[in-house]
């Protein structure tokens, strides 16, 4: 094999291999689960406020339904004196009507 070379393999090793996607560096990726570290607290946080004002809005029903209990009750102590006025009202009447003769 006069005037030919030997196929050297050692010239041929492969390295490393590089991905041909873009890797994200480490500050990259901390950044990222920190920004959804943070979001995720804004939406506890929002979570619990609505979660308090849905309380608040119950204890206001419950006091809006007290008030139209209250109200009803009214509602048939007037409607008692209004009858008993009514009847005193038709013996005034016939009392008056007792004197004329």
Request: overall charge positive; aromatic content about 14%; proline content about 1%.
């Amino acid at each position: 094999m006069k005037g030919k070379t030997k196929f050297q393999s050692e010239s041929f090793q492969t390295g490393e291999r590089v991905s041909t996607q873009n890797v994200l560096s480490a500050p990259a990726v901390f950044r990222f689960d920190k920004t959804f570290s943070t979001t995720n607290k804004i939406f506890l946080v929002t979570k619990k406020t609505l979660s308090r004002a849905k309380k608040i809005l119950l204890a206001v029903e419950k006091v809006l339904l007290d008030v139209d209990k209250v109200f009803f009750a009214a509602k048939k102590i007037f409607f008692v004196v209004d009858k008993v006025f009514f009847a005193g009202r038709k013996v005034s009447f016939a009392m008056a009507g007792m004197f004329q003769m």
